[in-house]
Nanobody, 123 residues
Framework: QAELVESGGGLVQAGGSLRLSCAASGRTFNSYTMGWFRQAPGKERVFVALISGSGGLTTYADSVRGRFTISRDNAMNTAYLQMNSLNVADTAVYYC????????????????WGQGTQVTVSS
């Protein structure tokens, strides 16, 4: 199974930007769909974005579409989440996850997760 480590979280002002990274181990990284999910205090973990193994397909939650961009660098075994125009509602722990198949947005279907990285947006 893939081992995933998120980084790049922190404190940012509303309207600002942040770039999260997810470093993965494993020789077959480019065969996995990579996803970003987030969990705000007292709330369930929810889907944010997916990118296919080749990087050719992406899907976004309505709440982040147009503001966030998911990408990957398979040569570096790393997935990214570029977050722009952040607002306080984006405050959450952000997790990356890996799946064998494309299109899974339900976090219950994922078995491989990183440890999470905290994103806090101040007003």
């Amino acid at each position: 199974q893939a081992e995933l480590v998120e980084s790049g979280g922190g404190l940012v002002q509303a309207g600002g930007s942040l770039r999260l990274s997810c470093a993965a181990s494993g020789r077959t990284f480019n065969s996995y769909t990579m996803g970003w999910f987030r969990q705000a205090p007292g709330k369930e973990r929810v889907f944010v974005a997916l990118i296919s193994g080749s990087g050719g397909l992406t899907t976004y939650a309505d709440s982040v579409r147009g503001r966030f961009t998911i990408s990957r660098d398979n040569a570096m075994n790393t997935a990214y989440l570029q977050m722009n125009s952040l607002n306080v509602a984006d405050t959450a722990v952000y997790y990356c996850a890996a799946h064998r198949y494309w299109g899974r947005t339900n976090p219950d279907e994922y078995a491989s997760w990183g440890q999470g990285t905290q994103v806090t947006v101040s007003s």
